[in-house]
T-cell receptor, first 115, second 115 residues
């Protein structure tokens, strides 16, 4: 079946512009995660959605970052007034549930470059 | 708080040789541990996971890892490397703090396989 998809695959933007990244999780997966992978670093957790519960935003680095999810479907990550340090690969993952044993399936990522 | 440390950002082995990728963890609770692999231009794929059952965990593509509490380690091994194993490998630990399964990743190890 279809895996996690993300769009766009690449995004180049100018400093100060807003960007919106999209994630389509695997159908039926109730949990959705966003991570960021900066060059030479491991993945950093950003935000987590589980069903209709309030999202866990504890990993968002600043108030310029926000994310939404409609029910158990598509999620968008928005970065306002982008800065050069926002350049990274943004990865989305989904899992059937939010148990510690539920495997997270990752999308291919969106590579964001802020000039 | 949980964390993982991957020793060696780059590892090079000959085809047919043993692969050993090191991961040490720090966790205030019994950890759940994961190894993911990232092939070029692809998303992360789960290789294997430890969830407090057997300490020797077998994964896909002939990889396995052993959980050693006394050494706080979860090293990844494969008896005989193939060229197709060339990729980046990430060790991760589950947050297990409240809702969700937030993963904390190491900085990754790039595996090169030479003829």
């Amino acid at each position: 079946g279809a895996g996690v998809s993300q769009s766009p695959s690449n995004k180049v933007t100018e400093k100060g512009k807003d960007v919106e990244l999209r994630c389509d999780p695997i159908s039926g997966h109730t949990a959705l995660y966003w991570y960021r992978q900066r060059l030479g670093q491991g993945l950093e957790f950003l935000i987590y959605f589980q069903g209709n519960s309030a999202p866990d935003k504890s990993g968002l680095p600043s108030d310029r970052f926000s994310a939404e999810r409609t029910g158990e479907s598509v999620s968008t990550l928005t970065i306002q007034r982008t800065q050069q340090e926002d350049s990274a690969v943004y990865l989305c993952a989904s899992s059937l549930g939010s148990s510690y044993t539920d495997t997270q399936y990752f999308g291919p990522g969106t590579r964001l470059t802020v000039l | 708080a949980q964390s993982v440390t991957q020793l060696g950002s780059h590892v090079s082995v000959s085809e047919g040789a043993l692969v050993l990728l090191r991961c040490n963890y720090s966790s205030s609770v019994p950890p759940y541990l994961f190894w993911y692999v990232q092939y070029p231009n692809q998303g992360l794929q789960l290789l294997l996971k430890y969830t407090s059952a057997a300490t020797l965990v077998k994964g896909i593509n002939g990889f396995e890892a052993e959980f050693k509490k006394s050494e706080t380690s979860f090293h990844l091994t494969k008896p005989s490397a193939h060229m197709s194993d060339a990729a980046e490998y990430f060790c991760a630990v589950s947050g297990r703090t409240g809702g969700g399964n937030k993963l904390t990743f190491g900085t990754g190890t790039q595996l090169k396989v030479e003829l």
